[in-house]
């Protein structure tokens, strides 16, 4: 790792590890932590070697990296991971069926926004909801000029604040 590291300043580039095998290791002190051996970043399954739900995790010591990837991340692939993440519940309590229904509903309330960006309540920050039906969810939106940003796909009886910093 120190090696590449010092390949990677020399060129300029930027060293990631790919632990999503080794995580468990990692963890349990067995493998050496790539952070601390020089790499960037270190990616992660959670639910691999670590034996969690389905997700990622991304992690750095530097704190320009991380203000970066936060800027890329959230909101913009996270309010499309809730939106997965639901669905993949209700193939998970219910059936793949009631996951359909769910990316319908979902598709549904996506192209009303589309036809009628203001037709949501507002919210504090320049923010929108709209509620979904059938299904407990809440899609929390901003406008800007002619883009949407969908900022929170929140179940309803989550935390009132849930994705409250996503900007
Ligand atoms: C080496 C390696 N990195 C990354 C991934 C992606 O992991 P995930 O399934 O969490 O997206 C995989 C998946 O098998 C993998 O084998």
Request: hydrophobic share 45%; proline share 5%; glycine share 8%.
């Amino acid at each position: 790792m120190r090696e590449l590291r010092a390949v990677a300043d020399e060129v300029g580039a930027t060293l990631l590890f790919d632990g999503a095998h080794l995580a468990g290791l990692i963890a349990g002190h067995a493998w050496p932590n790539p952070l601390a051996e020089g790499a960037h970043l270190l990616t992660m399954s959670t639910y691999k070697s670590l034996g969690g739900p389905p997700s990622g995790l991304v992690l750095t010591n530097d704190a320009d990296i991380a203000a970066r990837l936060d800027a890329i991340a959230f909101p913009g692939l996270t309010a499309n991971f809730d939106a997965a993440k639901a669905a993949k519940y209700y193939a998970r309590i219910g059936s793949p069926a009631v996951a359909a229904k769910f990316v319908a509903e979902f598709r549904r309330v996506a192209e009303r926004l589309v036809e009628y960006p203001s037709i949501g309540s507002r919210r504090s920050r320049g923010r929108r909801d709209i509620s979904m039906s059938i299904f407990p969810y809440t899609v929390i939106y901003r406008t800007s000029g002619d883009t949407m940003l969908v900022l929170v796909v929140k179940h309803d009886s989550r935390r009132p604040n849930y994705g409250g910093s996503r900007k």
